[in-house]
């Protein structure tokens, strides 16, 4: 067994890290108007170079920027796709015990893609780290999924199909921009997959005119669609996700009612999945992933709490899960980011250090 020098890599991790205290208390004077954007921008600069560093410091092969200029993990790329727009709520994202902010977004308007400003920043990584630079952004069925057809200006999608059509498209054209920039690692954050193994989140689906049963397949094909024309040198991997805020979560349950289509109707090089908790369900729907050249990322490690791990207890997890995957096509990383928004988990950053590190070593020791 030898170390990969391709992505996913042994070990890996999802993509956001805890703001750094100067990070927090910069965004917090530019939104009082204390500091101007390029004031801003200066401190994210030095303050990603910082982390960028710091991966690289602990053996990881891949930097990423810890999604410091964002505030929230997805709504920040969304906003700046055409047709789409972000606004304020009434009341935020109901999580175990805690509300995000009151904000989301809808579409308004025919949606496409010229342009984004999540390009320069991964230009950005790119320019500032010697292992691989990873890029995340949201997969796009997370436009639809949480908001659902309430979401959708009637007047510009009378049928849905379009709707995911021109979504599709504007992701294609996503991949090949952040491909022309030097992307070669691409992630796409998902939470849509596990929202549908939960019977709760099902039912919430129907109730906004939607039916889980077919959504699988229609969000396989808008992956299939933007990642299809992809260069043969480019990654892309998907995140999938129960919900991570303030280390609460959303969704639970097993893959079982996804995993087929998600492993089989998805063109993906990779699969972080989520398995840190109970909440995930048994690795038995690992039956229906792909032997070859698809690389499952196990996520063993919590990124909600402080608490370290017990090393023999993550290789026993690894060592189950080979029941149904070959050791070579598996990988180790966290079960998601550590700051999926900018207020992160309830962890301390050299807590979060000390994980990553851990998954480095665990990584040396499981695969060589």
């Known amino acids: 067994m030898t170390k990969r020098t391709a992505a996913p890599f042994r070990a890996d991790h999802v993509g956001s890290l805890l703001r750094t205290p100067a990070l927090q208390q910069a965004r917090a004077k530019r939104a009082k108007g204390e500091i101007d954007a390029a004031q801003l921008k200066e401190i994210e600069d030095r303050e990603i170079e910082k982390i960028i560093r710091k991966q690289e410091e602990i053996g990881l092969q891949l930097a990423t920027d810890g999604e410091f200029r964002r505030s929230w993990w997805h709504f920040d790329f969304f906003r700046n796709l055409e047709g ?19 904000e989301s977004v809808r579409t308004v308007g025919k949606v496409g893609f010229r342009g984004h400003p999540h390009i320069e920043h991964f230009k950005f990584v790119k320019d500032h780290t010697r292992v691989a630079a990873k890029m995340t952004i949201p997969a796009p069925g997370v436009v639809h999924f949480r908001q659902g057809r309430v979401s959708i200006s009637k007047q510009v999608y009378p049928e849905l199909d379009a709707f995911f059509d021109d979504l599709a498209q504007a992701y294609k054209k996503a991949v090949q921009a952040f491909y022309d920039a030097g992307c070669r690692y691409l992630q796409l954050d998902d939470t849509t997959w596990a929202m549908m193994c939960d019977a709760a989140e099902r039912q919430h689906s129907r109730e906004r005119g939607d039916d889980p049963d077919k959504l699988p397949k229609i969000y396989a094909r808008m992956i299939a669609t933007a990642i299809k024309d992809r260069p043969a040198d480019m990654v892309v991997t998907m995140h999938s996700c129960r919900g991570n805020f303030r280390s609460t979560w959303i969704a639970e349950g097993g893959y079982e009612p996804v995993a087929e289509v998600m492993f089989n109707e998805t063109p993906l090089d990779g699969y972080f999945l989520e398995y840190d908790s109970e909440r995930s369900g048994g690795f038995e729907p690992l039956r229906f992933f792909p032997k070859g050249k698809k690389q499952l990322v196990l996520g063993l490690v919590t990124s909600k709490s402080g608490r370290l791990e017990p090393k023999d207890e993550i290789k026993r997890r690894i060592d189950e899960a080979t029941k149904y995957v070959a050791l070579d096509q598996i990988c180790l990383s966290p079960q998601c980011g550590f700051a999926s928004t900018e207020e992160g988990n309830i962890l301390a950053e050299d807590e979060q250090w000390a994980k990553l590190r851990m998954i480095v070593e665990l990584a040396d020791e499981v695969w060589g």
């Open 84 to 102: 789409i727009e972000f606004y304020f709520t009434d009341k935020g994202i109901k999580f175990h015990g805690v509300d995000t902010k009151a």
